[in-house]
């Protein structure tokens, strides 16, 4: 396995998996999904609330406010010594006090722990008018997305097969297919038709290409043909703010790694 990085910032990256299968491209991106632990609010204690938003729909929007999650200094609260109680070891208490008029941000979230904290401070929650007020306290944990969504730390993350352009001896450049594509990626070359300097990553596989030339009357087959690498294939990771997208990388296959041991070591028990 290979893996090349084309961007990588704290919150988006994307990089080629070369020499994989797709099954094993479907499971790293599932365990990024919904397999790796990140903090959400879960429990909210609210003692005031004169918004216009009942009490239900107030700590929904608190839940889905990404928090910056520390995977060393915590434990899930499934494998605590505290039996789900919540404790220090596994859970952060976040307390909130919001007079207005004015707009409740996730800013206004105080956080027990500096590190856990709202992973963007301009999130809006609710809108206070003059008298109304919020006063709340909130526990996170860490879970799985698989739980629940908002503990996924991914708003964005998939992949596709790396692309292969291939224009065949037949091609006269007559820039049909350039005309249609809509990712703009290929240009005439002499006479004949090339993708420009590293943009073939960009192509979608939609084929307009293809059906172009095929309009121009060339034949039964076009001369520039879109194919796919089964054995290579093109990521893209966007991170909500809990962990950077390169720490839900590592996350993501190490579950896998674990799961993969985990197997080895029970089928060599039933070898014996």
């Known amino acids: 396995m290979k893996i090349e990085f084309s961007s990588l910032e704290e919150n988006a990256a994307s990089f080629v998996l070369s020499d994989i299968s797709i099954a094993f491209a479907n499971a ?15 429990d909210v204690k609210i003692y005031d609330n004169t918004s ?7 700590a929904h929007r608190l839940g889905l ?19 789900g109680a919540g404790c220090p070891r596994c859970t952060v208490t976040l307390t909130m006090s919001v007079e207005g008029p004015g707009v409740v941000m996730s800013g206004d979230l105080i956080s027990q722990d500096s590190v856990v904290r709202p992973a963007v401070d301009n999130i809006p929650i609710v809108k206070l008018e003059k008298n109304q007020k919020v006063v709340i306290e909130a526990q996170a ?12 730390p991914t ?7 790396y692309p292969i352009i291939t224009p065949d001896e037949r091609c006269d450049g007559c820039g ?3 005309e249609v594509c809509p990712k703009e990626i290929l240009q005439v070359k002499g006479s004949a038709i090339g993708v420009k300097d590293g943009a073939l990553e960009s192509c979608s596989l939609c084929r307009l290409c293809e059906q172009a030339c ?8 076009p001369a520039i043909h879109i194919g796919m690498d089964d054995r290579r294939f093109l990521f893209t990771v966007e991170s909500a703010g809990a962990l950077p997208t390169v720490g839900i990388i590592k996350q993501g296959l190490l579950f896998l790694k674990n799961q993969s041991d985990e197997l080895h070591d029970a089928l060599s028990e039933i070898r014996g």
């Open 141 to 152: 944990y860490m879970e799985r997305g698989m739980e629940h969504a908002k503990w996924s």
């Open 155 to 161: 708003t964005v993350c998939g992949y596709k097969n």
């Open 214 to 221: 095929l309009n121009s009357g060339i034949g039964d087959e």
């Open 65 to 83: 406010i990404p928090l910056v999650t520390d995977p060393d200094s915590y434990v899930p609260r499934s494998q605590c010594s505290c039996n």
């Open 28 to 42: 790293l991106r599932r365990s990024m999904v919904s397999e790796v632990m990140a903090f959400a609010i879960e």
């Open 52 to 58: 216009a938003l009942f009490d239900e729909i107030l």
């Open 176 to 178: 049909l297919c350039v």
